[in-house]
């Protein structure tokens, strides 16, 4: 299986958002034997961003996105990509394009907790709270 995790769930981690951070943390160290895990390249710089906007410090902003990236892969952003986001009827620009980007990688779900912004897309969306019981099973099997 592979999903791409919306920055808001990755944020959720790495800003350790009480309310979030529990099933985020599991979707994170779920193993590639089970799920591989992605975000877009272009959410890495959202994601750096908010990130230093929170803790404004550069250094631990840098070693917490490279612990992410020890357990997460890039989905590339094309120019394809882009274009479809452009010509989509998409509120968000940024939601099109990470839409766009999981479409196009033929990932099998979006994790969000942001569902509603995701309603024209043709994949599964999923809330971490329900991926996580949807895969329950095979993460007990992997134990």
Do not use: C, G
């Not at 999903?3 to 808001?8: A, E, F, P, R, S």
């Not at 959202?46 to 992410?68: M, S």
């Not at 990236?69 to 509120?91: K, T």
């Amino acid at each position: 299986m592979h999903i791409l995790i919306d920055t808001n769930v990755v944020l959720d981690v790495l800003l350790d958002r009480p309310l979030f951070v529990d099933d985020a943390a599991a979707i994170l160290s779920i193993p590639e034997s089970i799920v591989y895990k992605y975000i877009s390249a272009s959410a890495i710089t959202d994601i750096y961003y908010v990130a230093y906007k929170e803790l404004r410090n550069k250094q631990k902003v840098k070693d917490i996105i490279k612990r992410l990236l020890s357990l997460i892969h890039i989905a590339d952003v094309s120019e394809e990509n882009i274009l479809f986001a452009l010509e989509s009827d998409w509120n968000d620009f940024e939601d099109s394009v990470q839409n766009a980007v999981a479409e196009s990688h033929n990932f099998d779900a979006i994790i969000t907790r942001n569902s509603t912004d995701f309603k024209n897309s043709n994949l599964k969306i999923l809330s971490p709270k329900d991926f996580l019981n949807a895969i329950s099973k095979d993460l007990k099997n992997e134990e």
